[in-house]
């Protein structure tokens, strides 16, 4: 008999997506997950242990959601607390920070307005889009990225950062910021064909924009012959 049979309720079921980002939480500390939707995520950390976590969204709707997968995935219905809010306002408390699913300009949005510069968290990052905005903007406020995890699931590669304060502010290069440091083959092949792409799609109309995304492609293809991104 397995510790989770034990418990009345079933044992969630993450995608692989959701499940590297849990990997990187730390469960004994205060977690939000930002933009919840379902709280599938917490209610999963809750069956690891976690007993700090809060769930929170800027719509209602999600919010319900999650509150009945609180009362199907947990033991208590306030073992999860719920909270509607934009981002991260009013969540000073937090110290484990998940933003997963959404584009990398909402999220360099969220954590301007909760003030990142002058906070010591532990940030999940899991950007659907525009990596690079997110990580040029951690290390301009004196983050860093630890460590990362690519995941390949249903035709889509994701990429999962867990960042932490450096205080040290730096200007990574723009391939350093396109593939957050990520050495896996197929996301730096997958990511250097999007900016060919790019690159072909504006040539005729910003070619000094064309060359550049170009330029950035090819240093990311140059990473697979180093092994190195650095
Ligand atoms: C695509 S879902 C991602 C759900 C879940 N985090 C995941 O990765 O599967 C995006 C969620 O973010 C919420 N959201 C969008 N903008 C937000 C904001 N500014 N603050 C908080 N939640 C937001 C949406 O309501 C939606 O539930």
């Known amino acids: 008999m397995t510790a989770q049979s034990l418990h009345r309720y079933p044992a ?30 917490p209610c999963y950390l809750y069956q690891r242990g976690a007993r700090r976590l809060t769930a929170s969204d800027i719509n209602a709707g999600p919010l319900l959601a999650a509150k009945e997968n ?9 073992s999860i607390r719920l909270m509607q809010t934009d981002g991260l306002i009013g969540a000073d408390f937090a110290e484990e920070i998940i933003i997963a699913g959404m584009g990398g ?8 307005d909760f003030a990142l510069e002058e906070k010591d968290v532990h940030l ?22 630890a460590d990362r995890t690519v995941v390949r699931e249903g035709g ?4 999962i950062i867990s960042a932490y304060r450096t205080g040290i502010k730096k200007e990574p290069s723009d391939t350093f910021c396109y593939t957050a440091g990520a050495t896996d ?6 990511k250097a064909d999007g900016l060919f792409k790019a690159a072909a799609a504006c040539g005729h109309t910003d070619p000094v924009r064309a060359e550049k995304l170009s330029a950035i492609a090819e240093e990311i ?5 180093d092994g190195e991104n650095i």
Do not use: N, W
């Open 12 to 41: 969630v079921r993450l995608s692989d997506r959701l499940a590297a980002a849990a990997a990187y939480v730390d469960t004994q500390r205060e977690i939000i997950d930002v933009g919840t939707d379902h709280a599938l995520l």
């Open 70 to 78: 609180i009362q199907k995935y947990t033991d208590r219905p306030e």
């Open 105 to 112: 300009e909402l999220i360099v949005k969220i954590l301007s």
């Open 124 to 145: 999940i990052l899991q950007p659907m889009s525009r990596c690079e905005i997110a990580v040029k903007y951690l290390y301009s406020v004196g983050y860093g990225i």
């Open 156 to 159: 889509h590669e994701y990429i």
């Open 185 to 190: 083959e197929g996301f730096l092949r997958h």
């Open 221 to 225: 293809m140059s990473i697979l012959s």
